[in-house]
């Protein structure tokens, strides 16, 4: 949006290039690139053209003559051999004719000198070039996504100064509103005024922010003709890259292009030297933008428009006044300057004041260098434009630094946005949901709890839920915690097809899709519907899947597989970030739904919304839907869990951000449940070891210890409750002595040894415990008060004998004291066997060796079966091989078996015994495993499983120096050894034993003695001799092995040893530093092995398996569940209840905390001073505003004053009171007298509006290029003199014709004398386009009907009925309207009604008129009116109580249809907000008021 001067510039600036191309070698391309490139290059050759003079007629105007230049503005030998051919041909130079289209010679990548390694784009284009041509090459080749807004800068092309602080905040406002709504920002791409100040800014944003923050789009769209230094762009290959010097010194009146733009579309005309070629073009392909939708083609909203004025002269005015009367809002600068000042001065002033002397007044001001250059025409022009502008005050936003209200360029800008959108068609409805759709495209939750989330409007879920989704897809958590808060519900929300949606549009970096799509592979789950292109659906069964995975086997698939898979392999289309209604649901229309395996019950909103943020690493999204979650501790672990299993995917920073969010979470589990123990320790428990339904019925427990959270598992709480479940029935403070010895005399038990826990309960008991504080908790469980009054009835008796000594030897703690004893029970009498009796026949101890083995190879046999959860065999086999010491024993036990199989072979007696000699070592290792659960023997034992970790690495490491040395050392010593035992011993064995001290005798001559080594290598017990010399002495150099000797010991045992060293005492020190923490959650194993083992040791174990097994086989066996219980339904709510009572309380101390913080103070401090500074630079702006407007009122006084003195001086002289000559001259500013002898202003009716028309008085009559004469308001009455008026007479042909056909009318029907507009001028004679001078007679049926419901009563806002009416929509026209129009002769109805019904229903509304109702008759405000034809309408109310009319019925079926007629048709709700074709909307208003409806 440029200005349309043209600006003659000399021929001697033209640049002198003609027909050489530069070429650049690349030294290397990669093949990507390259493809990019040619596929570019052909697609540009075949659709994007250039134009170039084709016919040389000499320019011989003033300064162009002689020098050869043609009218074009190129120099003759710019031009081919063909175009100067013509050139004795003497023809008037016609760019139509004589200028043509080639394919373009310009386009490529472009960077500029000195500018760092920015690389932009351009482009040479005709002026003709169609604009979905440029938008596909922007979109497609260019890379650029779809803008969620265009920004149209337009101002002054010149070099201006802007306050410094005005500046800045134009600067911020336009990158912060661009980066923050993904906006495309349009300019004339040159490097000077406005656009020099859009590039700065970019520059400045990129200068200061990351490659991650994405970059800014600034598109700049220039004349091809007026580029400065443009011979570097050309090539008819294209430049990948043109490199482009900014040279401002030379560039003369051209002008250069600016280097901080991003794109650039450069206009060719075919001439060179002429500003604002661009602008047709570009106004083109702004509008054609405009027009495209953020969602999907058919539905949607369309991408908004906004035009940001800074300064600008004429130009600049033209382009304001043609993008508001198209809809499109402005934002003026104040302060920047000539227009933008001028309009910003009168654009709160009643339009009654806006008057042509006010305007004159302005341009003095602001204008006052260029001022003379002003005609009385265009003073008009400018007046009329500038009350028009005024007028739509909808359209129209003026930033303002001193108001106090307008911090922000930004802000402002999408305020004007959305200002504009409540006056567009929103189908009679309120324009609220366009307007949150635009606040969430442009992720501006500022704007939207300001201007949208007000008391006005009251949101309902429903209303909220596809801008929620839009929310979630777009990764916006403001507008997601916005909306939760204002309405949305996650029940209602979150259905099936919702949550598919989300997963079906998981972006294709998603660690998460990578897991599902080789599972999916693997399990060949894709499936390609026929005749359509390959696409694939993910259903959640396959999101179930993958999170068992990632969850372990820990927990139940959260949604079931379907019987039939095929119902739900159904194509997924590509949905959009910005998402319409429509959109969304025909998206959800595209799921089929099993009925059958419908799993609508399974659905847990909070959950799986919860799971879609995790597995999308959506940050903050999932810390909002955590806060709602009720069970938040299982949700915590979960995502801790599954973060850390995708975390292991890569390597990378995505990797190490989820594994910092996993351990946020954990914390966040961490405090909850230290809220919730603090609280209540029973309930606490319950916690960990209640059944999670949400989560497959697993615990916060087992979910911990499968998450590897080892803080959380050593809370105190959590410590306590395993505590507890290791001692069982017995008091968790019994001494380990009195343990040991009621083991082998439990007679003991009875006399009170032995504590048990209900005993101690029973003696602590405080019947005040009870009672909980209403502060503290909700109302106890039905199932607390039984456990509780249960106790209070063992209060009145002891324990049992046989209760006491079943709980005494059940306990976990006994059982493990009794396996301990007998585990070295076994491994003494295993050792006795092997040393003392191991004979051929096996005697009645090695028997018994057996059976004790036989019996722990029965409790390894159903530990891999004991399934308390019901997981199944292959989930349950997964979890038993996940553990080691389950390897190991498997192993021992093989191996065992092994050498037993051995040992009953009597030719491998020998090698059995050797086998379970070695076994005999690994069963001695598990002791290791035993005795974890010791607090000080565990973190020992766990440092050396470390060390055990760390030595294999060293290993590496020394054998890469031993065999190294070995090799080359066994190479000089011996010659040709054969015996490989010998070189191994050489090589490796010797060289291993060295590193401790070892010194190898043959490594120099001093010890040698020949008889104590084999010279030919044929003694099998001794080593070869070195190579010898002639008296049998080695021959080989000593020095160089023991140089050699001492580089190997220096590396081997002093630097890789003591790096061993380094690396045991960093195990040791990590160890040791979390050695409480490790060993905690260490014993958790140990714990579950032995709650669920029997009470029975080996090899007595057998007795208990016996049982389990006559059990299982004759009556239902009972399951002992790890650690885990399910409540009762009402328990268990409100226990989650009460645990998310106590995560708000966690949450409130969290926020707390976070406010006290030093870094919060300072961040607070911080806002504050830069508040305060922001106060004071508004001051300062707005005294020095005042100062200024004192001193021009001052100017404007002492000019009035000088009139004065002038005018007595006159009168004085003209009575005689002196001579002519000595009048003294004062000097007084020129004048310009428009008829301003009489200053009418503007007649205002009652209520406010104008009185005279406006539509009428359109600059542009419609439908055609014919200008009106600019009439203002005070000069429309007839009565006002208005000398200077001189309107243009226009008779549209095409009307004249067809009427000529209908009606001969005769001169002295009509004539332009005595038929005059009966409400004023309107700036054009003649007929335009209506039939007749004078009035033309119309027709506007209103047919209404009352709005009904789906239940057929009638709809209400309020206590009033809500009306519809049938409103139809023409192409010429973008409003609504009445289907009536201007009657031709014979006519009784309008040509628009007739085209909507068939010749029986026009009979039938015809003999309706009569008894109708009239509602208007009169003028008609309509824009083809004339001085000399106007239109007067006849409106009349058809109106419909019975819905089973057959008009209306006819009706409905057409507003069903597209209509072939060009013509589109609907029932709109009858509503104030309604833009509606000329004064249509108070005719409405009438007929609401008629019938009591709603308006």
């Avoid at 906004?306 to 005015?317: A, H, K, R, S």
């Avoid at 442009?442 to 596809?466: H, P």
């Avoid at 045992?1053 to 260490?1082: E, G, H, P, R, S």
């Avoid at 009455?1277 to 208005?1282: C, D, G, L, R, T």
Wanted: some cysteine.
């Amino acid at each position: 949006m440029l200005t349309v001067h043209e600006i003659e510039i000399h021929p001697d600036e033209v640049d002198t290039y003609h027909g050489s191309f530069i070429s650049r070698n690349r030294s290397q391309i990669f093949f990507s690139t390259h493809q990019k490139q040619h596929c570019i290059r052909s697609w540009i050759k075949e659709n994007i053209r250039k134009k170039e003079c084709k016919y040389y007629v000499e320019n011989t105007a003033g300064e162009f003559s002689g020098k050869e230049i043609c009218m074009c503005g190129y120099r003759k030998a710019s031009h081919s051999e063909e175009a100067v051919k013509h050139e004795e041909f003497l023809e008037t130079w016609d760019p139509k004719r004589h200028v043509s289209e080639e394919p373009t010679d310009a386009y490529g990548d472009i960077t500029f000198t000195g500018s760092g390694q920015n690389v932009g784009k351009f482009v040479r284009v005709s002026s003709d070039t169609k604009p979905d041509t440029l938008y596909k090459l922007m979109r497609d080749h260019w890379g650029l996504n779809v803008p969620n807004l265009l920004i149209s800068v337009t101002g002054g092309a010149k070099n201006f100064n802007m306050k410094p602080r005005l500046k800045n905040m134009f600067r911020r406002g336009l990158i912060k509103v661009a980066r923050s709504t993904g906006a495309w920002i349009v300019t004339g791409g040159s490097h000077a005024g406005v656009m020099k100040h859009v590039g700065e800014a970019v520059r400045d944003y990129t200068m200061s922010s990351s490659s991650k923050d994405g970059k800014i789009v600034a598109i700049g769209i220039a004349t091809w003709g007026i580029v400065h230094n443009r011979k570097c762009l050309v090539s008819s290959e294209g430049k990948f890259p043109a490199e482009y010097t900014l040279d401002e010194e030379s560039q003369g009146r051209l002008s250069c292009l600016d280097t901080n733009h991003s794109h650039f579309i450069l206009v060719d005309n075919g001439t060179h030297g002429k500003y604002g070629v661009e602008i047709a073009l570009r106004g083109k392909l702004e509008k054609f933008i405009c027009e495209q939708t953020l969602g999907s083609t058919d539905n949607g909203i369309k991408i908004p428009v906004v035009c940001v004025v800074l300064e600008g002269g004429p130009g600049t005015l033209d382009t304001i006044y043609s993008a508001m009367m198209n809809g499109t809002p402005c934002v003026v600068m104040e302060g920047s300057g000539r227009v933008a000042d001028v309009i910003a001065q009168v654009a709160n002033l009643p339009l009654s004041e806006i008057t042509i002397s006010h305007i004159q007044k302005q341009l003095k001001t602001y204008f006052a260098e260029d001022f003379k250059t002003f005609s009385d025409i265009k003073i008009l022009e400018w007046t009329k434009k500038i009350q028009d502008i005024v007028r739509m005050q909808q359209l129209l936003t003026v930033f303002r630094l001193e108001k106090e209200d307008q911090n922000d360029v930004d802000v402002a800008i999408i305020k004007a946005l959305l200002k504009a959108s409540k006056s567009l068609d929103n189908q009679g409805k309120e324009n609220w949901d366009h307007q949150l759709k635009l606040a969430v495209a442009w992720n501006r939750v500022d704007i939207a709890k300001s201007e949208i989330f007000t008391d006005d409007k009251q949101w309902k879920s429903i209303d909220l839920s596809d801008v929620m989704l839009a929310a979630l897809l777009g990764d916006k958590p403001d507008f997601v915690k916005l909306f939760l808060e204002n309405g949305v519900h996650l029940k209602e929300f979150l259905t099936e097809k919702r949550l598919l949606a989300l997963y079906n549009n998981l972006p294709p970096t998603s660690l998460f899709l990578r897991r599902i799509l080789k599972k999916q592979e693997e399990e060949k789950l894709y499936m390609k519907k026929p005749g359509t292109s390959s696409s694939w659906s993910i259903q959640l069964y396959h999101v179930s899947d993958v999170l068992c995975d990632l969850l372990g086997s820990i927990i139940k698939p959260l949604y079931p597989r379907p019987r039939d898979r095929s119902t739900h392999a159904v194509p997924i289309p590509h949905i959009r970030i910005n998402l319409g209604s429509n959109d969304l649901e025909s998206f959800q229309n595209s799921i089929p739904m099993d009925t059958k395996g419908s799993i609508v019950e399974l659905l847990d909103p909070t959950r799986d919304l919860f799971i879609w943020a995790i597995l999308e690493n959506r940050k903050e999204i999932a810390d909002i839907i955590w806060q709602l979650s009720q069970d938040c501790i299982a949700t915590a672990l979960a995502a801790s869990k599954i973060l850390k299993e995708l975390a292991k995917e890569e390597d990378t920073d995505l990797s190490e951000d989820m594994g910092a969010l996993a351990e946020q979470y954990e914390k966040q589990a961490i405090g909850v449940f230290t809220e919730c123990h603090q609280r209540d320790e029973l309930r606490a428990q319950k916690l960990l070891t209640r059944e999670s339904g949400a989560w497959g019925n697993t615990t916060c427990l087992h979910l911990a210890v499968e998450a590897n959270n080892k803080n959380f598992v050593a809370q105190g709480g959590v410590q306590t409750l395993l505590t507890q479940i290791w001692w069982g029935e017995l008091a968790v403070d019994t001494r380990m002595w009195k343990v040991l010895l009621c083991m082998f005399l439990f007679p003991l038990i009875y006399t009170g040894l032995i504590t048990f826990r209900r005993d101690g309960e029973i003696k602590k008991r405080n019947p005040q415990r009870d009672i909980m504080g209403s502060n503290d908790s909700v109302a106890l469980s039905s199932t607390e008060k039984k456990m509780r009054s249960r106790s209070r009835g063992l209060s009145e008796e002891n324990l049992k004998p046989l209760t006491r000594l079943s709980g005494f030897y059940s306990s976990p703690a006994v059982i493990f004291y009794w396996n301990v004893l007998s585990y070295f029970g076994f491994l003494w009498l295993f050792a006795y066997v092997l040393m003392m009796d191991f004979q051929v026949t096996p005697s009645w101890k090695e028997l018994l060796l057996y059976i004790w083995l036989f019996t722990l190879v029965c409790e390894e046999i159903r530990q891999f079966f004991h399934d308390p959860d019901g997981f199944g065999f292959r989930r349950k086999a997964v979890i038993y091989f996940s553990d080691p010491w389950n390897q190991f024993d498997v192993v021992s036990i093989c191996i065992f078996i092994a050498g037993l199989a051995c040992r009953l072979t009597p030719t491998a007696f020998y090698e059995g015994r050797i086998i379970l000699a070695l076994d005999f070592n690994i069963w001695c290792l598990h002791l290791m495993a035993i005795f974890t659960v010791n607090k000080n023997l565990g973190p020992k034992i766990i440092i050396v499983k470390r060390m055990m970790k760390d030595i294999f690495f060293f290993l590496f490491l020394l054998v890469v120096w031993v065999v190294a040395y070995g090799v080359a050392n066994q190479a000089i010593l011996v010659h040709n050894e054969e015996r490989l035992e010998w070189i191994f011993r050489g090589a490796v064995y010797e060289p291993y034993l060295t590193i401790f001290g070892h010194i190898p005798e043959k490594i120099d001559h001093k010890d040698f003695d020949i008889s104590r080594c084999t010279v030919a290598g044929t003694d099998p017990l001794k080593p070869k001799c070195p190579v010898l010399s002639d008296n049998n002495q080695p021959a080989f150099p000593h020095w160089v092995t023991i140089i050699f000797l001492c580089i190997y010991l220096l590396f081997a045992n002093i630097l890789l040893l003591n790096l061993l060293i380094a690396m045991f005492n960093y195990t040791f020190q990590d160890v040791q530093d979390n050695t409480d923490k490790i060993w905690k959650f260490q014993r958790y194993g140990l714990i579950v092995e032995y709650h669920s083992q029997p009470p029975f040791p080996p090899p007595l174990i057998i007795f208990s398996h016996l049982h389990l097994l006559i059990e299982r086989i004759f009556c239902k066996p009972k399951t002992r569940k790890h650690f885990k219980e399910k409540l009762p339904e009402n328990e268990e709510t409100v226990l989650l209840s009460w645990e998310t009572f106590m995560k708000e309380n966690y949450l409130t101390d969290l926020r707390n905390e976070l406010n006290q913080s030093t870094d919060n103070k300072i961040r607070d401090t911080s806002e504050k001073v830069g508040m305060m500074v922001d106060s004071l630079e508004r001051d300062k702006e707005r005294q020095c505003g005042i100062v200024e407007k004192r001193l021009a009122h001052l100017e404007e006084q002492a000019l009035q004053s000088a009139k004065a003195l002038n005018w007595i001086m006159n009168a004085l002289k003209n009575k005689g009171y002196g001579c002519q000559d000595e009048v003294p001259l004062l000097s007084v500013s020129n004048s310009k007298s428009i008829d301003t002898a009489d200053m009418n202003s503007t007649e205002e009716s009652e209520d406010g509006k104008p009185q005279y028309h406006l539509n009428a008085r359109q600059l542009i009559y419609p439908a055609s290029s014919v200008k009106r004469f600019p009439v203002p308001d005070e000069k429309v009455p007839w009565e006002v003199q208005f000398a200077a008026y001189s309107p243009t007479i226009y008779n549209s042909d095409s009307v004249s014709r067809a009427n000529s056909e209908n009606h001969k009318e005769s001169s002295d029907v009509a004539s332009t004398e005595n038929c005059k507009n009966p409400v004023g001028r309107t700036g054009l004679e003649g007929k335009g386009k209506l039939y007749w001078f004078g009035p033309n007679r119309a027709l506007d049926p209103i047919i209404t009907r009352w709005k009904r419901s789906s239940d057929d009563s009638v709809s209400k806002t309020g206590t009033k009925k809500v009306l519809e009416f049938i409103a139809i929509k023409c192409k010429e026209y973008d409003r609504w309207a009445f289907p009536g129009g201007v009657l031709q002769v014979g006519e009784t109805l309008p040509k628009r009604l007739k085209q909507l019904l068939n010749t029986k229903l026009q009979e039938e509304v015809q003999s309706m008129l009569g008894a109708a109702t009239k509602v208007y008759e009169g003028y008609v405000d309509d824009p083809r009116n004339t001085d000399n034809a106007w239109v007067e309408t006849t409106a009349i109310n058809i109106h419909f109580d019975d819905t089973k009319h057959s008009v209306l019925e006819y009706l409905n079926t057409m507003c069903l249809q597209d209509s072939n007629t060009g013509i589109s048709v609907r029932w709109q709700v009858v509503d104030q907000k309604i833009p509606l074709y000329g004064n249509h909307k108070e005719i409405l208003q009438k007929v609401a008021q008629i019938h009591n409806a709603h308006y």
